[in-house]
């Protein structure tokens, strides 16, 4: 049995990295997606709003380990062979974009439907209803539950792990295994998680906070 050392430590902390990384691309992947998805779940169009109904319903029911396993072994299977980081970052990528295409939909329609109203009598097209008057608004409301679910994407990395990507939580099975010292090993894990997810949420209320004095100063 190896004993618990600085190494081990170092190796945790590269593993984070990684952990970040995946997180980062899924973010932004899931954003780029996500946007049009919500822009179609409340487009005048029925056969929009039916498309991006049928992904978002499709992908919140299919569990994360399944779109693991479909990226990466089923693509495979096609002749598609991807590295374990695109593929887990292409499946938190669809992940990401259903949820929060779910939830960017729901901030839009949150904005009083008189303010469409107002934006109409001012002579604004769709596009600049959105880019003016809506999104702005918004964007206020979507800060805490898009926070929130930037900390389970950085959580969900964790399942990474089943297409051999070797993040925070498979390093520190990979540590464990030498040093069979769970608690201390595991608590170590838990805490750089921690140090990930804490700045989220106080990035979350800073912003917010910003948010409602500025539009208290108004």
């Known amino acids: 049995m190896i004993q618990l050392n600085a190494n081990h430590v170092w190796y945790l902390i590269a593993a984070a990295q990684w952990t970040v990384l995946l997180s980062l691309i899924a973010f932004a992947g899931g954003a780029l997606v996500g ?12 056969a929009l709003r039916t498309v991006a ?6 992908i919140q ?24 980081l695109v593929a887990a ?18 901030c839009i329609e949150a ?16 596009f600049q209803q959105y880019v003016y008057v809506v999104l702005p608004q918004a964007v206020r409301m979507a800060i805490p539950p898009t926070v929130g679910f930037m900390v389970q994407i950085v959580k969900n990395t964790s399942l990474a792990s089943v297409v051999g990507f070797v ?10 295994n030498s040093t069979f010292e769970p608690f201390i090993i ?5 805490a750089i998680y921690f140090a990930m997810c804490y700045p989220l949420s106080l990035a979350s209320r800073f912003l917010e906070r910003r948010a409602n004095a500025g539009r208290a100063s108004h």
């Open 35 to 46: 946007l049009p998805l919500a822009l179609m779940r409340v487009s005048p169009s029925p």
């Open 53 to 58: 109904g049928a992904y978002i319903q499709l």
């Open 61 to 84: 029911g299919t569990p994360l380990l399944i779109l693991l396993f479909l990226t990466y072994f089923g693509l495979g299977i096609l002749g598609y062979k991807l590295v374990p």
């Open 89 to 106: 970052g292409l499946a938190l990528t669809l992940y990401a974009a259903a949820f929060l295409g779910e939830i960017w939909r729901g």
């Open 111 to 126: 904005v009083p439907r008189t303010q469409w109203e107002a934006s109409d009598c001012l002579g604004l097209d769709r």
């Open 167 to 176: 993040e925070l939580a498979r390093a520190g099975q990979i540590v464990n």
């Open 186 to 190: 595991f608590c170590i894990v838990a």
